[in-house]
T-cell receptor, first 113, second 113 residues
Framework: GQQLNQSPQSMFIQEGEDVSMNCTSS?????WLWYKQDPGEGPVLLIA?????ELTSNGRLTAQFGITRKDSFLNISASIPSDVGIYFCAGQSLQGGSEKLVFGKGTKLTVNP | GAGVSQTPSNKVTEKGKYVELRCDPI?????LYWYRQSLGQGPEFLIY????????DSGLPNDRFFAVRPEGSVSTLKIQRTERGDSAVYLC???????????FGPGTRLTVT
């Protein structure tokens, strides 16, 4: 089945630093999404990407849909303590008409004040 | 409320018992999804509904799992003869018409003892 490889698995950074994380797949996706999850909560949608090469921003967050349609990147600029959490990438292939999302295993971000 | 709601927030049950988990999607959203999240993992797709019908149930692990959405709004995930391996957080998501952005609820943490 489809799998997403998300890296790094965890990151420890200082407040104010920029962060980059990425997601790769062996198969093509038509949509990429990035979510953030806090302990005991459901994932919160950050950014959705629909076209290869697309670059989209949401405040300090910027995400890109890879040209090959097999990868995506998320950057966080000038990190703050509330950025702490687990970030998940998710892909949607629409294969067979299915709208299911396939998730990576997450990147756990720790921000030291 | 404006978001997806799930009840109960926590459920502890004994091995072999039957459980029902409920999801109230965002008002007006026609697509509804169930995912299961184990500790340290990303959510895994179970089933999705477009209106009242199950459009894709390929993620249901076995025939002990069943879900319904009789009126195209609220959905119930039903698990028969629970096993300890069913312990996980069960997440529900909804989407306005499908195809992309899925908004998650807080989840139900199921513990099978």
């Amino acid at each position: 089945g489809q799998q997403l490889n998300q890296s790094p698995q965890s990151m420890f950074i200082q407040e104010g630093e920029d962060v980059s994380m990425n997601c790769t797949s062996s198969s093509i996706f038509n949509t990429w999404l990035w979510y953030k999850q806090d302990p005991g909560e459901g994932p919160v949608l950050l950014i959705a990407l629909y076209k290869a090469g697309e670059l989209t921003s949401n405040g300090r967050l910027t995400a890109q849909f890879g040209i090959t349609r097999k990868d995506s990147f998320l950057n966080i600029s000038a990190s703050i303590p509330s950025d702490v959490g687990i970030y998940f990438c998710a892909g949607q292939s629409l294969q067979g008409g299915s709208e299911k999302l396939v998730f990576g295993k997450g990147t756990k971000l720790t921000v030291n004040p | 409320g404006a978001g997806v709601s799930q009840t109960p927030s926590n459920k502890v049950t004994e091995k072999g018992k039957y459980v029902e988990l409920r999801c109230d999607p965002i008002s007006g959203h026609t697509a509804l999804y169930w995912y299961r999240q184990s500790l340290g993992q990303g959510p895994e797709f179970l089933i999705y509904f477009q209106g009242t019908g199950a459009a894709d149930d390929s993620g249901l692990p076995n025939d002990r799992f069943f879900a319904v959405r009789p009126e195209g709004s609220v959905s119930t995930l039903k698990i028969q003869r629970t096993e300890r391996g069913d312990s996980a957080v069960y997440l529900c998501a909804s989407s306005l018409t499908g195809g992309g952005k899925q908004y998650f609820g807080p989840g139900t943490r199921l513990t099978v003892t």
